[in-house]
DNA sequence: AACGCGATCAACCGCCGAAGT
DNA sequence: CACTTCGGCGGTTGATCGCGT
């Protein structure tokens, strides 16, 4: 217990890295990947113990590590997690390709959390401050104090469900987190999931079942390893209880929007979206795979059973913006449906660069001014031929990195793996569809010795040269592909070691 | 220029669970 | 079954940076 043993060991350094020993772990885990932590230390020649190379292999060296700021659209996937599945950072961070447990605590604890504060949002409870003070007293009388993993709602079909829809009738329009106040009216997300069955995410307390961390599923039996990654109907209840409370800012609909993912922002011409997400046994790989897709590395939930996401057009909301969850049960799930498309464990590449064909239409229907995302079935081709619209939320002007222009309609290329790894990004990226963008091509940036070794160490990982999957590998390269598009990716190593080596 | 302060980041600490012996 | 080892996780701390006064 406590220090790890390899601790105890006398000479062990301690704190900051040095640029040599970045250089020492970093060609060691290379040449022999990393094996045995406790090893890594004696065979890379570091005095440190094992546990502190690992912690500096995967917050720091790791080749895939995305770096640099947090997206307005990275910090509303984190609310949104965090409201699901509280401070298990690691589990997060399994939702976001590139980042590390630490990081996202890092920020959530630095900025998010008093972002949230300054809103009237409590961030442990996601909660509205009037509402916990309310809470306080009612929790005396009726038990414990509404937690954001209990959920009442529970969902009867067997889809994934989600609901896009600007609340109109929010007196107070949501503003992201974000200093941009510029955003358009949020949609609201739910989605219900009773493939699996629905466990109070109380009694869930590994909801998620990231890479090799079988550990996590077998604490909940009810939820199989390749579910998506949590369930979300305690979106819609948190939603009931917070659109009935009480005002003070942030609005209750304001809290109510924000509890529906309100980062998915279609555009500028795009009130609403709605699209049910159905999650299928389809085994086969779907028909738009094509050949000169985008590289696209899914996460292990993906990996065996496909995904479908199923645009619903015509089904109606409710007035809190909650479809029925039986409505969403499509006519047949025999058949393709429209706008479908799947996940398999084979599609590690997705068509994404010609702009959207005539399958895709968007509608609007007059009786709730809801954009009504309509995508014909066309050999369920939805993505095939399909550019896939980025623009789901706009970015604060901090953002330097992954910087969405409205207007322009451009987003840096990283995007693309943040977007594609995630389902929830993926299944608004079909609503937000109808909002056609282009991505830009950033430049490249300078490179530097850090990169060198980084490119040294795929050229490793490529040739098999480590235990790590191919499939692995494929994921890290087109991230580091994407790493090397941003020019102040690596700006702070860059720094360092022209601060250790002088000018490089 | 010096100082204070808050924000950010990297790293450590303590604990847990799984696997091995 | 007890113990040890190890990987992993979340909480916390301390150093550094940037900004304002």
Redesign the pocket.
Known sequence: ???????YKQKL?????SPEEDEKLLRHITKYGHG???SVPKLAGLQ?C???C???WI??LRPDLKRG?FSQQEENLIIELHAVLG?????IAAQLPGRT???I???W???IK?KLRQRGIDPNTHKPLSDLHQDDGEAKQQGPPPNHTTHQLKPTSNQLLILLKPDHNSPTPLTPISDSNQMSPPPSIVVTNDHFPVVDASSTSKINC?N????TC?ENPLVPTKDLFFDRSFLTSHSHETSTSSSGPPSADTTSDYFHLHHLNYGPNATAGELSMNQTSAAASPPWLSQNCRALQMNNEFNSDSLSILVNPSEPTTSMGLKPPTSAIPSSSTEPQAGSFGINSSAHYWEAGTSINSSTSVSNTGSSSSIELQISNNNNSFFENTIFSWGLTECSPSDKETRIHPLEGETEENKWSEFLHNPFLVAAAAAAAAAAVTTHQSQSPPQTMFNEIKLESHQFLCTGGSSISGAWYQQQQQQEQQQFQVPELYA?DFHRREAAFGPI
Do not use: V
């Not at 217990?1 to 601790?7: L, T």
């Not at 350094?13 to 890295?17: E, F, I, Q, T």
């Open positions: 217990m406590g220090r790890h043993s390899c601790c350094r301690k704190g900051l890295w045995c932590w406790s440190r094992g546990k502190s690992r912690l500096r917050n720091y700021t401070n298990r950072w690691s589990q447990d630490n990081e605590k890092n920020l604890n630095s900025c008093k990231p090799n961390n079988n550990n077998k702070k």
